[in-house]
């Protein structure tokens, strides 16, 4: 039998449309939609490319449960018998050495659900998810700016309107393909694009600035302080701060930040004009200026410029951010960080604890604090915290200083991965649960622009696997904590969810699936007649005073080093490369991109293998000497194991958001003597079965 499903994109934050065709229920073919609210009928690469995805040989269908040091196939019984001996203790003694790091993939309705399971089923703080590696510092300063973070507050057809557009650190060919389209058309109508960023990125720009990592602040700040010196300071609304913020930049001089930032100063002064003459400027950032040291800050200094330079909440001006993971929006909204409860409310807040305690019919004592955030959850294991959940994430090779990650991984009493294909983390797990893929599941995703989007269920699941949130019960329920995890089917859970967002910053009542199948909605979504919210940033904000809340920032030189890493995506892969790596209509290289005046310092040629160290490990990867990068700087893709975070930081975070610095390692580079390019793993590394046998070397 034939149909056709029309679902999302399991990829990037445009989360584009597409109709899924089936024969006998295998999947065979993908169509995009031009009926797409967002891509309006495009769809890149990877999403092309996810059909294969679906029912790969690697494809997990069975439990699988470390016995004499190898993972074996077990009965749906044995593992939550397991899961139950080995966690149900830890509970009963101390919640909170238990944790539960989710993911930016997941489901908003799994979102909810992890978050509930984690604070009332198991009762522990300690869960957080990869979104933090993400999003977390441009969230932070809108946030403490204006008391709501959707990354952009405006549709993605408003970029069309702006005629300067500064994309900072964003990347947006290779990480986000489809808003191409918007930015083209802005092109068109005559906008300038400016691309701020240390590597050449391809795209639409007509200028590159390529300023070393960590100085974007000082750019910002620099236009504000030229633009409030030529009297064209028009803020956007009323607001606390002013003052401050300008005296923060006052002694900031167009020569200084030049050699501060490595570029030329003419260039400053004409970005600086360029965007005192714009209509509607925008300023666009991605991970560049967030993934700092500093990032909240970073990010507040553009809020500060695009603010009181009168263009923060006009369409097609402003700021906005570029969720990076398919559902790092909603991802970050209903619960699973570390500080959160659903609808954006926060655990710190007495009538937020209160409206989730009632609501879920538990005391309000009874809802843990905050708890531990990512990376700091990850240095604790084997010693704070015993056992661990990790769904839809592989932070062995994702996180930062991987393999000190690694380490406490590998020192935890137990460790469970809910997963669909055997990742590097999997396979140190003691209980991996086989879980449910995009084309599994219902349920719901929210787009960078806020936009929610239904997702539909055109496959079952293969073998023994179950989907996710079933499985989520089922460990509930193993623990003895199942009473309030029990749905007769998933239209339950979904319904609780948008109940439990009422009144929330993050407001999702107004919806349903029937709703969703007509059109897709931005929230806030109060009510079951409400159109939606193209544009939530505006005047009385949802701060104490109803006043923007500007937050003057430190313009501090970083240190200057010889070599910086930075990291990033290629167009080919996909986040730690668990799919992406695995399939054959996706293609990459893991090395390291660094120009050819670095190269010479080093001694280094192209494709030649090169040694390189980091704060927290080393790897060998072959040279790609290249002009796209910056002098002193060194680029590599985070797609591989045994590749860029072997060399960031494992304890570098931003002391606001928490985020770690994966943008500005420190580095030394070395030539090897051996002859030929080392190979890394492109799928699991064989002889990981054995958990204390994962090494940091290439297999």
Same mark, same amino acid.
């Given at each position: ?207 590159? %600035? &390529?300023?070393?990592? $960590? ?5 910002? +700040?620099? *236009?504000?302080?030229?633009? #409030? @010196?030529? =009297? ?75 603010? %009181? &330079?009168?263009?923060? $909440? ?5 700021? +906005?951010? *570029?969720?990076?993971?398919? #559902? @790092?929006? =909603? ?89 669909? *294909? ?278």
């Amino acid at each position: 039998m034939s149909k056709t499903v029309r679902t999302t994109c399991p990829y990037c934050a445009v989360q584009c449309n597409f109709d899924l065709h089936l024969e006998d229920g295998l999947a065979v073919k993908i169509t995009p939609t031009k009926e797409c609210a967002v891509a309006g009928g495009t769809v890149c690469k990877k999403g092309l490319a996810s059909l294969s995805d679906l029912r790969h040989k690697d494809r997990l269908t069975s439990p699988l449960l470390r016995v004499n040091g190898e993972l074996r196939p077990v009965s749906w019984q044995e593992a939550l018998d397991a899961f139950a001996a080995r966690v149900g203790p830890l509970l009963d003694s101390d919640p909170a050495q238990l944790g539960v790091f989710g993911s930016g993939a997941l489901t908003n309705e799994k979102t909810y659900l992890l978050g509930k399971l984690a604070r009332v089923g198991f009762g522990t703080p300690n869960i957080d998810y990869n979104g933090r590696f993400c999003m977390s510092s441009a969230a932070t300063a809108m946030n403490r700016s204006f008391g709501l973070d959707r990354g952009l507050g405006f549709p993605l057809a408003d970029i069309a309107k702006s005629d300067l557009i500064l994309l900072f650190g964003a990347n947006v060919a290779e990480t986000l393909p489809p808003v191409m389209q918007y930015l083209k058309a802005a092109k068109d109508r005559g906008a300038r694009i400016v691309n701020i960023d240390p590597r050449a990125t391809p795209g639409l720009a007509q200028v590159q %600035l &390529s300023p070393l990592p $960590g100085t974007d602040h000082l750019i910002a +700040g620099l *236009l504000l302080n030229l633009l #409030n @010196g030529w =009297g064209r300071l028009r803020p956007s609304a009323p607001a606390d701060g002013t003052d401050e913020v300008l005296a923060a930049v006052q002694d900031l001089t167009l020569n200084g930040v030049a050699e501060s930032c490595g570029v030329d100063a003419a260039d400053l002064l004409r970005l600086a004009r360029s965007y005192a003459q714009a209509h509607l400027p925008l300023i666009l950032s991605g991970r560049g200026p967030e993934q700092q040291v500093n990032g909240t800050d970073t990010v507040s200094s553009l809020i500060n410029l695009a603010f %009181l &330079s009168g263009h923060f $909440g006009r369409p097609g001006g402003g700021y +906005g951010t *570029l969720t990076g993971q398919g #559902n @790092g929006q =909603g991802g970050r909204e209903h619960g699973q960080k570390n500080d959160q409860l659903p609808g954006y409310r926060h655990l710190k807040d007495p009538a937020d604890r209160q409206f989730m305690a009632d609501f879920w019919g538990v005391p309000e004592t009874g809802l843990p604090g905050v708890g531990l955030s990512a990376q700091e959850l990850f240095l604790a294991c084997g010693e704070e915290v015993r056992a661990l959940i990790v769904i839809g994430s592989n932070p062995a090779v994702s996180a930062p200083g991987a393999a000190r990650v690694r380490e406490r991984l590998a020192a935890l009493d137990f460790l469970v991965v809910i997963d669909v *294909l055997p990742s590097e983390t999997a396979m140190m797990a003691d209980l991996v649960l086989p879980g449910s893929m995009w084309a599994e599941e219902e349920g719901t995703t929210t787009n960078l622009e806020g936009r929610v989007q239904r997702r539909r269920r055109a496959m079952t699941v293969p073998g023994l696997a179950r989907e996710d949130w079933r499985i989520m019960c089922d460990l509930a329920h193993a623990a003895g904590r199942g009473e309030k995890f029990t749905y007769p089917d998933f239209a339950a859970l979904q319904a609780e969810f948008f109940a439990a967002t009422r009144g929330g910053r993050a407001d999702y009542s107004g919806l349903s699936a029937a709703r969703l199948d007509v059109q897709t909605y931005q929230w806030p979504v109060t009510h079951d007649a409400h159109p939606g919210t193209p544009h939530p940033y505006f005047a009385p904000y949802r701060t104490p005073t109803g006043r923007a809340r500007l937050h003057p920032v430190a313009m501090q030189t970083p240190p200057r080093a010889a070599l910086t890493l930075t990291t990033g995506r290629i167009a080919g892969q996909y986040q730690s490369g668990t799919q992406t790596r695995r399939n054959p209509g996706l293609k990459g290289v893991a090395d390291v991109q660094m120009h050819p005046d670095t190269a010479r310092v080093h001694g280094l040629m192209h494709g030649q293998p090169v040694v390189l160290s980091g704060p927290d490990g080393e790897t060998t990867l072959p040279a790609n000497v290249t002009p796209k990068v910056r002098p002193g700087v060194a680029f590599v893709a985070f797609h591989w194991p045994f590749s860029a975070n072997e060399l960031t930081s494992a304890t570098t975070l931003d002391p606001h958001s928490r985020m770690p610095a994966f943008k500005s390692a420190v580095l030394n580079a070395s030539a090897t003597s051996r002859a030929s390019s080392p190979a890394l793993s492109t799928a699991s590394p064989p002889g990981s079965q054995v958990r204390t046998a994962y090494r940091k070397e290439p297999s």
